[in-house]
């Protein structure tokens, strides 16, 4: 289970961002696609012989509710044709098969190990795609997000007592610059979410404590001069034939800018008023706001599911982050932490939760039965 999760992740990084290698091979970009879902999906359906029953029963009732909401959504005009099959897909073969997984898989070690090692092999797909990227080109949000992967996860190993920390750092800070150099704004945001959490909540070692201080005070020496940093990378990146979005718009003060999010998120709470109680299905809200999602998860758990039963889904993942939160520091609250940040905090300003894999995985997770008294400390 552990290497199916780990088989999408690969096919995604060379899929997307590593296409400039397959170039020489004269296949199709349909036929590179169908790779990606099919040989993931094959690796998910090899995995249903280790599910226990009760677990088999967990993967048909989410099945069924998000399949009856796609229909739904379908039957009400409210889902375009073209979104059918992409949302469908990841959400039915490989989302929800994922949040089993998680839940089912016995040897957390085991997945975090092998997330890991996937994660250098994406570093190196990754970096060759950006040295090997169109310069005219400022920005590549799937491109930020892959790396942000690389960097969470490495920067976990740095916090912990066994992991490779100096290799891990000088992997970190290169991925940071990448997602400055060529990334969104919404990367660095979790990143940063991800670094509070581990420094507020994930830290027992006294070393890494000076670590995460030192890291402190160079963030805040940056944050003083930022103006002076982001000029002088700017200006050696147009020098070089270059550019960044990220740094323009801190440079243009346009860093916090909505980007029309806001507006987007006022129409979505129209629709909410306008059809509280069944809502419009999964994706129903696409065909309504300009195909487009509300950059929000709450919102759109409302909007699918109405405000009843997209209410009580809001309240459960509320519940879970603040589980993740206070658990003992374990392989399981590493995990948490990496999940929550790529799904839960993402999720707030940026993707549909329907496409979003750590979402699910990180849902999963926290179902997992734990004994409570040793897992989750009272505070």
Known sequence: MSRAICIYLMLTVVIIEGRFILNYLPFSDMFYTYIRFCGSFLAVLLCLKYLKNSELLILVLLETFFGISYLYAWLSGFLLPENILPYTIITLLLCIPYLVFLYAIGDLNCLYSKILSTSYFMGVVLTLHYFNRNHLVEYDMAFSYLVLLCAIIQTNEVFRRDGCRFLNTLFVLFELTMIVVYGARGPLFCYGIFILLKAIFGIDDKKVRRIVVLFGIVLVIFTGNYRFFATSLNNYLVNQGMGSRTLKTILSETIFNDSGRLMIQK????????????????????????????????????????????????????????????????????LGFIFLTLGFVMLQFSGTYLQNIYIFMFVGLMMRKQDIESRIKIV
């Not at 909410?272 to 758990?301: F, K, M, Q, T, V």
């Not at 509320?318 to 939160?325: G, P």
């Open 267 to 334: 129409n979505a709470m129209e629709l909410i008023r306008d059809r509280s109680i069944l809502g419009y299905g999964a994706s129903g809200e696409l065909g309504l706001i300009n195909n487009s999602y509300p950059h929000n998860l709450y919102l759109e758990l409302l909007i699918d599911f109405g405000v009843i039963i997209g209410g009580l889904l809001a309240i459960y993942v509320t519940f879970i982050v603040i589980k993740s939160i206070i658990m003992h520091s374990s392989i399981y609250k590493d």
